[in-house]
């Protein structure tokens, strides 16, 4: 059974870079064409989409972030992480990983880390 | 930029249908995923391209698609069946969500 686990800085400073890492397991980031999204929820708030990645290392992030994320896969570890520039409370959020599925026009998530909060305060 | 819109809630009686709705333009021409969020839980996915159940979803969970609705329809709820949820669309390359709905069963 396939299982995503997020980690990284809890607690960033204004203006510094958020780094978060979802760590695979139970099968291959390069297995079966699946993207590997970022989705991010601040408290008590909805859910936003940030971006994806695929193993081979293409990227489509939303225009909305798009100028201070950074994206990349690990394929030997498994892994994929993110990386948010310039970062204010306004991304203080529960940060998720999850595996997307891609078909006719269509696209879901499934299945999701158990997400990780990053709180921005000095 | 596209825009899918929930009621902020709904409420239901044990044993009862409940339906959730989800709002957007010609959202019939798009397929629609959803989502359960529980207290303190990541998002897990009930129902994807409209009306299709993962594996291990309960049968009482159902979608449908037309017009500028989508419909989330749970049949004989359950109160474990109390959450926020979540739609979800795909416009122009971007992922989009809708605001979710909090179901409450009582």
């Known amino acids: 059974q396939l299982q995503l686990q997020e980690s990284g800085s809890g607690l960033v400073k204004p203006s510094q870079t958020l780094s978060l890492t979802c760590d695979v397991s139970?099968?291959?980031?390069?297995?079966?064409?699946?993207?590997w999204n970022w989705i991010r929820q601040p408290p008590g708030k909805d859910l936003e989409w940030i971006g994806y990645i695929y193993q081979s290392g293409n990227t489509y992030y939303n225009p909305s972030l798009k100028s201070r994320v950074t994206m990349s896969v690990d394929r030997s570890k498994n892994k994929v992480s993110l990386n948010l520039s310039s970062v204010t409370a306004a991304d203080t959020a529960v940060y998720y990983c999850a595996r997307g599925a891609a078909e006719a026009g269509t696209y879901w998530f499934d299945p999701w880390g158990q997400g990780t909060l990053v709180t921005v305060s000095s | 930029s596209y825009e899918l819109t929930q009621p902020p809630s709904v409420s239901v009686s044990p044993g009862q249908t409940a339906s959730i709705t989800c709002s957007g333009d010609?959202?019939?021409?798009?397929?629609v995923s959803w989502y359960q969020q529980r207290p303190g839980q990541s998002p897990l996915l009930v129902i994807y391209q409209d009306n299709k159940r993962p594996s291990g979803i309960p049968e009482r969970f159902s979608g449908s698609n037309s017009g500028n609705t989508a419909t989330l329809t749970i049949s004989g709820t359950q109160p474990m069946d109390e959450a926020d949820y979540y739609c979800?669309?795909?416009?122009?390359?971007?992922?989009?969500f809708g605001g979710g709905t909090k179901l409450t069963v009582l």
């Open positions: 139970g099968g291959s980031i390069s297995s079966g064409g699946y993207s």
């Open positions: 979800q669309a795909w416009d122009s390359g971007k992922v989009v």
């Open positions: 010609k959202l019939g021409d798009k397929y």
